[in-house]
Each structure stands twice: as C-alpha cells, then as structure tokens.
Nanobody, 119 residues
C-alpha cells in the first residue's frame, strides 16, 4: 500500500477545529516532503501546506496562523491541525508525497477526506 490514506475529516461549526492525518506506511516516509491540498466544490485543487524532509513548513496565505502541518516519521504520518475554521475552508482535503523535494511533482496522492464547516 503506497497510496497515502487521509482521515479526520468531518462536519464542524465555524470557529471549530479538526486534525487531519495522512498515513503512508508503504513509503520510506522520512525521505518524502508531505503536503496538503484541498478542492472546494466547483473549484480547482489548491495548495494548503507543505512540510519538507527537514521539517520546514510553507502555507498558503489564507491559512497562515490557523493551520499547522507536522509530521511524525516514526509513525509514517503527516498531520494538518486546523483551527479557526470558516465555511470557506469547506473542501475535500488531499495529502500528497513528494520524493524529489522540489514541490513541483507529487508522486503519491491520497483519496481525500471531506471537511465541511457550517456557518
């Protein structure tokens, strides 16, 4: 099983929090940068956050200060802690793995987990 598997999505009220998990036991996890993307209804896929092999993080401006990406190499798992959620965060969230480290191509994608934020 190389494909990452997301979990932790659900329905939450505005202002609430969720923590998404991305398990990738089939990968040499420590060698991959990991990222989260999202796709809202009727919109294209959007980059959300990324964590490098060394732990450096990058975020899209709209989630800075609210979302935190992290990784646990011992558990082959990446996380996305989401606080202060708003209805604009409603989307299917995908995790992806990048072996090259360039951020330009992600070899492995999960199936997605739905996050719905009610007003």
């Amino acid at each position: 099983q190389v494909r990452p598997v997301e979990s932790g999505g659900g329905l939450v009220q505005a202002g609430g929090s969720l923590r998404l998990s991305c398990a990738a036991p089939g990968l040499t996890f420590s060698m991959y940068a990991m990222a989260w993307f999202r796709q809202a209804p009727g919109k294209g896929r959007e980059f959300v956050a990324r964590i490098s092999v060394g732990g450096s993080t990058t975020y899209v401006d709209s989630v800075k200060g609210r979302f935190t990406i992290s990784r646990d190499n011992a558990k082959n798992t990446a996380y996305l802690q989401m606080n202060g959620l708003s209805p604009e965060d409603t989307a299917v969230y995908y995790c992806a793995a990048d072996r090259s480290g360039t951020g330009k191509f992600y070899e492995h994608w999960g199936q997605g987990t739905q996050v719905t934020v009610s007003a």
